[in-house]
């Protein structure tokens, strides 16, 4: 496949995501030059493996009013990663339950201000309840689980500053004293994967690192994050999210993203895009592209000390306003491994319901993530040091050409008119209100359809981050007030993937 730059209307987009059906090999990055939408039910089907992997369209929406209080007595956060819990997913008659858990991030905050939230990191649950095509609806069930540290205290969402502590062996990101959340361990929570057992991963930006959790929420071991994207200024580790460090990784661009294959022996972790050393040749925020996956061994192990494999990923650019000037990476938000090779990998703009209005949606996508054939950089210096893999060259920052990154495809794309009006959303950016689609897609959860006369039938469930953005809040206590009411929002869709085996 060619690398294509489409800049104009939607007859160009539609031949685009057939185009990619196909993946392919990206080592420039795709270019999306005006808003790519699809039309009709699903997307066109991609081949992989010998086999034709479809989305057949959007069957569910669930909504939550953007004031709703979680179990802790603080404003619903909506949903940086979730997960089904494990074993909870049943089919019921003509349709389906489960018990299903939403992750937070950091807490209501205001960057620009130096506003922070002293927030303890927490999953927040729900009876989820499906008729495929008729309702979709979740419910808090007033329950949840807290995060605590290795000794008991529960976490913060402010920004750690400098500041480190030492716990169990881990050095970990956490406010210095007198601080807002001194003493506690920052916690940016952006992704969860479950085991069978109840524990999980957390992914975290601060810290670019993967927290393990006992099924109580007790800490019970951390990853490190690799050399190459533990962030470093003047030589030390700092973990701040305000003032950029010389490598590692980005500001608030940790780790947005894990997963674990259905055979439980790896998880699958991606940073949101490029390290500071690969984006170094100038401040264009199309020229982050080039990120990374990292697969751990966790089959005796949940803490391994280094990953076993290391792949580059070429995120697309685009034209954050539609208007054919390339600007933006289409940074990832989240994975979900469909087997030990292959992922669905969420990439999207930052325009919608929470951004600024009259910006058109322009990206928002689910690729098909294949790693067969891309060149393994664990234990390189591309990993275990900070030697860039896209080096600046002539003011961007290229991939090295000894460098084979990961395939993609568009599987699924949410920017579809059609699907959206059937469950009453829409795309109306130039003058938004509830029902436009939201900015942030940051979270998805795949489960199997159970259905004897489909067996390749998957529901794959996608939810928003809204910011904590609601007319009447409620952070540790105290009351406050945004300009609009961001919904929280799952949005339900029926794929089939021939030679999946994923367990429920």
Partial sequence: MQVASFRRGLAP??????????????????EIGAPLLSSGTGDKPVQSDGQALQNLGLVG???????????????????SGMAIAPGSWKKDGEGYTARLYSLPDRGRNSPEDNEYSDYAGRLVEYDLSFV??????????????EFKDFNGKPTTGADPGPGLITEDGSV??????GALGAGKVSLDAEAVAFQPDGSFYVGDEYAAGIYYFGPDGQMKGFIAPDPAIAPMKDGK?????VKAPDTGRRNNQGIEAVSITPDGKTLVAVLQSATLQDSSASKDQANRANTRIFLYDIAENPTPKAPKAVY???????????????DKTAAQSEVVALDDHRFL??????????????VPEVFKVILLVDTTGATNLAGTEYETGTKPIAPAQDGKNVLDPAIKP???????????????GRFGLNLHNDKQDENTLSEKWEAMALVPALDPAKPDDYFLFVGNDNDFLTKKGVMQGKAYSDKIDNPTTVLAYRLSLPGIKLGH
């Fill in 312 to 326: 580059a990923l070429t995120l697309p650019v685009i034209a954050s306003k539609g208007d054919g000037k390339i």
């Fill in 237 to 241: 580790l700092n973990d701040n999210s």
């Fill in 406 to 420: 990961v395939s993609t495809a568009i599987l699924l794309n949410l920017l579809n008119p059609d699907d959206l």
């Fill in 172 to 177: 970990l990101p956490s406010p210095a004293e």
């Fill in 345 to 358: 990998v969420l990439s999207r703009d930052g325009n919608g319901l929470g951004a600024k209005p009259g």
């Fill in 132 to 145: 495929p095509g008729k309702s979709l609806s979740l419910k808090p069930t007033g329950k949840g689980i």
């Fill in 13 to 30: 987009a539609c031949a685009l995501i057939a185009l990619l059906a196909a993946g392919a090999v990206n080592a420039q990055p795709l």
């Fill in 61 to 79: 929406v669930a909504r939550l009013p953007a004031d709703t209080v979680d179990f802790l007595g603080d404003t619903l956060g909506s949903i």
